[in-house]
């Protein structure tokens, strides 16, 4: 077959061909004598497998053989008299085990895990040797788990039950000590043989594999070294064109990195200033909150008070100047002028809430953590619990303004969108300051929702309602301003996780108390 390779050296065609029909014959042989290797080493792994499980179910019947004696005595032991019903009981469980597998021993069987091989002639004939030992053992045993009370254990047929078992005892375990050796010397017989045979396989792999080395691989070899050295040749030729190339792509990547730098930079530049534009958008947000906040405080809120004093005055003049305090006219005037006040009275508590939650003066005055506690505790009703803990305390000094308003909206904004769309029964707040970060959790046990993405802090509505898209913008624009973190964790039924983190330091401000 070599000869045939030399002759038609001439032929640049015919010589790939041969190598290949060569190569795929040769290994299409080393590849079956694999497969057939690895399919007959598995069916006899598996038969291996199914004979360990029958040895080692004849061998346990030589342990449960002497737990049956053991029992037995227990049984008729004049001492264990209170035990008596638990020991023949457990007697009769431990019988049945062991004749269930020396039945099925006996047949080549192993039900549980459905393997059936029939016992050679041999283990057969020991089998039927022990046979009258095993009858001995169902008759005895048979007799003293019919026993019924403790009385009947010094009958005479209980102790010749008992005398018959013990005296089986040693010929059944020396007879099932045979068919176990019998059976492991069978098992070792036949991985013998499997080693042989695999040791053969190898042997012919190898030869194929020398095959492969002498008959394709070396004059394979010859030809690829001509091969390389037209490579060779051709490398050199490749390199000068090649050095050129480098030199026009060094210029483009020049051209290309500046390129993508400008870019880089004109994207920030769009970026900061859409931040600004925020910020400032934002800033006369909250510039136009305090100054509504302190028109209806100072405006609206006193005109409200002297309408309200107005009224008590009116009252009493009423109360003065009535002929009879029976009169009936005068009785509906003074319920009219008493509704009148009440409704005077919700006015101004409305009108100091919405003050509030425009800008609650607490914030600016104290800081945003006796502004998160007020926030809780007037959201808090007999429906809705709202707890609020921090670790920040009044020595650790003062947030900064954009810092606390941020937080401040945020948490404003995420007890809003619970109470106004989740339903819950408990809102739990925490500001937590941890390695230079501050870190503030909403949570709620309400309705929740689905998020269009576990990444992004969209949410899909929910069967129950729209989710709150919008105000979740919001949040998500204000933390990006201080360059923090938002994130929202939603699950429909289960609540919502609303946590922001926004680098911090502490400092001492002055804040407008306007």
């Given at each position: 077959?070599?000869?045939?390779?030399?002759?038609?050296?001439?032929?640049?065609?015919?010589?790939?061909?041969?190598?290949?029909?060569?190569?795929?014959?040769?290994?299409?042989?080393?590849?079956?004598?694999?497969?057939?290797?690895?399919?007959?080493?598995?069916?006899?792994l598996n038969s291996v497998q199914?004979?360990?499980?029958?040895?080692?179910?004849?061998?346990?019947?030589?342990?449960?053989?002497?737990?049956?004696?053991?029992?037995?005595?227990?049984?008729?032991?004049?001492?264990?008299?209170?035990?008596?019903?638990?020991?023949?009981?457990?007697?009769?469980?431990?019988?049945?085990?062991?004749?269930?597998?020396?039945?099925?021993?006996?047949?080549?069987?192993?039900?549980?895990?459905?393997?059936?091989?029939?016992?050679?002639?041999?283990?057969?004939?020991?089998?039927?040797?022990?046979?009258?030992?095993f009858d001995a053992f169902r008759?005895s045993v048979g007799h003293l788990?019919?026993?019924?009370?403790?009385?009947?254990?010094?009958?005479?047929?209980?102790?010749?039950?008992?005398?018959?078992?013990?005296?089986?005892?040693?010929?059944?375990?020396?007879?099932?000590?045979?068919?176990?050796?019998?059976?492991?010397?069978?098992?070792?017989?036949?991985?013998?043989?499997?080693?042989?045979?695999?040791?053969?396989?190898?042997?012919?792999?190898?030869?194929?594999?020398?095959?492969?080395?002498?008959?394709?691989?070396?004059?394979?070899?010859?030809?690829?070294?001509?091969?390389?050295?037209?490579?060779?040749?051709?490398?050199?030729?490749?390199?000068?064109?090649?050095?050129?190339?480098?030199?026009?792509?060094?210029?483009?990547?020049?051209?290309?990195?500046?390129?993508?730098?400008?870019?880089?930079?004109?994207?920030?530049?769009?970026?900061?200033?859409?931040?600004?534009?925020?910020?400032?958008?934002?800033?006369?947000?909250?510039?136009?909150?305090?100054?509504?906040?302190?028109?209806?405080?100072?405006?609206?809120?006193?005109?409200?008070?002297?309408?309200?004093?107005?009224?008590?005055?009116?009252?009493?003049?009423?109360?003065?100047?009535?002929?009879?305090?029976?009169?009936?006219?005068?009785?509906?005037?003074?319920?009219?002028?008493?509704?009148?006040?009440?409704?005077?009275?919700?006015?101004?508590?409305?009108?100091?809430?919405?003050?509030?939650?425009?800008?609650?003066?607490?914030?600016?005055?104290?800081?945003?953590?006796?502004?998160?506690?007020?926030?809780?505790?007037?959201?808090?009703?007999?429906?809705?619990?709202?707890?609020?803990?921090?670790?920040?305390?009044?020595?650790?000094?003062?947030?900064?303004?954009?810092?606390?308003?941020?937080?401040?909206?945020?948490?404003?904004?995420?007890?809003?969108?619970?109470?106004?769309?989740?339903?819950?029964?408990?809102?739990?707040?925490?500001?937590?300051?941890?390695?230079?970060?501050?870190?503030?959790?909403?949570?709620?046990?309400?309705?929740?929702?689905?998020?269009?993405?576990?990444?992004?802090?969209?949410?899909?509505?929910?069967?129950?309602?729209?989710?709150?898209?919008?105000?979740?913008?919001?949040?998500?624009?204000?933390?990006?301003?201080?360059?923090?973190?938002?994130?929202?964790?939603?699950?429909?039924?289960?609540?919502?996780?609303?946590?922001?983190?926004?680098?911090?330091?502490?400092?001492?401000?002055?804040?407008?108390?306007?």
């Open positions: 077959m070599s000869e045939l390779l030399n002759d038609n050296t001439k032929n640049d065609q015919a010589i790939p061909f041969r190598f290949t029909r060569l190569y795929v014959t040769l290994f299409l042989i080393l590849g079956i004598l694999l497969t057939g290797s690895e399919i007959l080493t598995q069916w006899r199914d004979e360990l499980w029958i040895i080692r179910y004849t061998a346990l019947q030589r342990h449960q053989s002497q737990q049956i004696v053991k029992q037995a005595l227990q049984v008729m032991d004049v001492k264990e008299r209170d035990n008596f019903y638990l020991n023949r009981d457990e007697l009769r469980q431990i019988f049945r085990t062991f004749e269930r597998y020396h039945l099925q021993s006996r047949s080549g069987q192993v039900k549980v895990h459905n393997v059936n091989i029939p016992n050679s002639p041999i283990v057969q004939r020991l089998y039927d040797e022990i046979a009258p030992e008759r788990i019919t026993l019924k009370s403790p009385e009947e254990i010094n009958n005479s047929d209980a102790q010749a039950s008992l005398e018959l078992l013990l005296a089986n005892e040693k010929p059944f375990l020396e007879e099932i000590d045979a068919i176990v050796r019998h059976l492991t010397g069978e098992l070792r017989y036949q991985l013998s043989v499997l080693e042989s045979i695999e040791f053969y396989i190898y042997l012919v792999s190898i030869i194929v594999l020398a095959g492969i080395g002498v008959l394709i691989f070396r004059p394979a070899t010859r030809r690829l070294k001509q091969t390389i050295e037209q490579l060779v040749e051709a490398e050199q030729q490749a390199s000068i064109a090649n050095r050129e190339l480098l030199s026009v792509n060094k210029s483009l990547n020049e051209t290309r990195q500046k390129l993508f730098e400008a870019t880089r930079l004109q994207y920030k530049q769009e970026i900061d200033d859409q931040k600004l534009r925020t910020s400032y958008l934002m800033a006369g947000q909250e510039d136009e909150r305090k100054r509504l906040s302190r028109e209806l405080h100072d405006g609206l809120g006193q005109m409200l008070t002297a309408i309200k004093l107005q009224i008590e005055g009116l009252e009493a003049n009423l109360k003065r100047s009535a002929p009879e305090p029976d009169n009936a006219n005068w009785a509906a005037q003074s319920k009219s002028i008493g509704n009148l006040k009440k409704l005077v009275t919700q006015t101004i508590q409305e009108t100091r809430t919405i003050s509030n939650n425009l800008m609650p003066t607490v914030l600016s005055d104290f800081g945003i953590v006796p502004a998160i506690k007020m926030l809780a505790e007037n959201d808090r009703s007999d429906s809705l619990d709202v707890t609020f803990e921090s670790n920040l305390t009044i020595d650790d000094g003062r947030l900064d303004k954009n810092v606390e308003i941020m937080l401040y909206r945020i948490t404003q904004e995420a007890i809003s969108n619970a109470v106004r769309h989740a339903h819950p029964s408990h809102i739990h707040i925490e500001l937590i300051a941890r390695e230079k970060y501050i870190h503030l959790v909403v949570t709620d046990d309400g309705r929740g929702f689905r998020l269009a993405n576990q990444r992004s802090a969209v949410p899909r509505p929910s069967k129950n309602g729209r989710a709150p898209s919008q105000g979740l913008h919001n949040m998500q624009e204000r933390a990006k301003l201080l360059n923090g973190k938002l994130k929202i964790s939603s699950v429909p039924g289960k609540g919502t996780k609303v946590q922001v983190s926004i680098p911090y330091q502490m400092q001492s401000v002055h804040y407008d108390a306007n």
